[in-house]
């Protein structure tokens, strides 16, 4: 059972920065290929995909947030980061770290794939 806490977050002016990370634990004992990934959701909203990355590092944005948003991980099956720059009020939301095994990261926002979801960490900007 994959475990996923998530850290960081906040609450920042418009234009300023954040990070979040991901701590991942209790992968399976093959090493199959996953993908790991940021999900928001905003209140009356619903959850939307932020980001993702793959077992060979290549990674997928949402196409409103490319440039702004940058997710890595440390190395493989270990905590994943997400780091916000030039945050807007439009970027409130919940953010949740979700992981996906034995697939790699095709079609990445069919939230019905995903089998691992953390608990949320709160971002908020002000205007």
């Known amino acids: 059972q994959v475990q996923l806490v998530e850290s960081g977050g906040g609450s920042v002016q418009a234009g300023g920065s954040l990070s979040l990370s991901c701590a991942a634990s209790?992968?399976?004992?093959?090493?199959?290929?996953?993908?790991m990934g940021w999900f928001r959701q905003a209140v009356g909203k619903e959850r939307e995909g932020v980001a993702v990355?793959?077992?060979?590092?290549?990674?997928v944005y949402a196409d409103s947030l490319t440039g702004r948003f940058t997710i890595s991980q440390d190395d493989a099956y270990s905590t994943l980061h997400l780091r916000m720059t030039n945050l807007n009020p439009e970027d409130t939301a919940m953010y949740y770290c979700?992981?996906?095994?034995?697939?790699?990261?095709?079609?990445?926002?069919?939230?019905?794939?995903?089998?691992?979801w953390g608990q949320g960490a709160q971002v908020t900007v002000s205007s």
């Open positions: 979700a992981a996906r095994v034995s697939r790699g990261c095709a079609f990445p926002w069919d939230q019905s794939t995903w089998n691992y």
């Open positions: 209790g992968w399976p004992g093959a090493r199959y290929r996953y993908c």
């Open positions: 990355i793959d077992t060979d590092g290549s990674t």
